[in-house]
């Protein structure tokens, strides 16, 4: 259920009942935030640098697309792009950089979006552009229950792996991480 069904259910019942009801949900806009890959690179510049997260970009239609692809093809082997308010893998599209090779940027904007087509995306941008960077050593997502102020700090609950498969990297369940202390 997205997170703006729980609220409006959250106020049906409120109005149908009279009862004060709270959603233990993030508010909508915060959800859509929060899950835009564009944003969130952005953010993580603003914060920590472009040094924190591999090479993101923005394209706004499919020859900027085109474009991002032929230039990081260059110097990375794989490279995704990236529906960016997808869910967890449903978005992504890892591609191989050697299959580029020596493509024009229209051979390759005609690739791209015969994919995109494929895959039912569609003609909608902005896409996000960046690095797959392989092999990784995880894919951390941490559980925290933030109460309101009042009541004290926020909790760590756990944190937890990533399953995921495939080359496009679907995220298929999770389990207790096992970092290295380091």
């Given at each position: 259920?997205c997170?703006?069904?729980?609220?409006?259910?959250?106020?049906?019942?409120?109005?149908?009942?009279?009862?004060?009801?709270?959603?233990?949900?993030?508010?909508?806009?915060?959800?859509?935030?929060?899950n835009?890959?564009?944003?969130?690179?952005?953010?993580?510049?603003?914060?920590?640098?472009r040094?924190?997260?591999?090479?993101?970009?923005?394209?706004?239609?499919?020859?900027?697309?085109?474009?991002h692809?032929?230039?990081?093809?260059?110097?990375?082997?794989?490279?995704?792009?990236?529906v960016?308010?997808?869910?967890?893998?449903?978005?992504?599209?890892?591609?191989?950089?050697?299959?580029?090779?020596?493509?024009?940027?229209?051979?390759?904007?005609?690739?791209?979006?015969?994919?995109?087509?494929?895959?039912?995306?569609?003609?909608?941008?902005?896409?996000?552009?960046?690095?797959?960077?392989?092999?990784?050593?995880?894919?951390?997502?941490?559980?925290?229950?933030?109460?309101?102020?009042?009541?004290?700090?926020?909790?760590?609950?756990?944190?937890?792996?990533?399953?995921?498969?495939g080359?496009?990297?679907?995220?298929?369940?999770?389990?207790?991480?096992n970092?290295?202390?380091?």
């Open positions: 259920v997170s703006s069904d729980r609220w409006q259910l959250a106020r049906k019942i409120a109005d149908m009942s009279g009862a004060a009801v709270r959603v233990a949900s993030p508010h909508p806009r915060l959800a859509r935030r929060v835009d890959k564009l944003w969130f690179s952005y953010r993580v510049n603003e914060l920590l640098g040094q924190a997260m591999p090479s993101t970009f923005t394209a706004f239609g499919p020859i900027a697309l085109a474009g692809l032929k230039r990081l093809a260059r110097d990375h082997d794989r490279i995704v792009v990236k960016p308010n997808s869910a967890g893998s449903e978005g992504n599209l890892v591609l191989q950089a050697t299959d580029y090779e020596g493509l024009s940027l229209n051979e390759i904007k005609a690739r791209l979006t015969a994919m995109m087509t494929d895959l039912g995306w569609g003609p909608t941008y902005p896409m996000a552009i960046s690095v797959w960077e392989s092999p990784l050593i995880d894919s951390p997502s941490v559980q925290v229950w933030v109460p309101h102020r009042e009541e004290g700090s926020p909790v760590i609950q756990g944190i937890f792996s990533q399953v995921v498969a080359e496009a990297g679907e995220f298929v369940g999770a389990v207790p991480c970092l290295p202390v380091d």
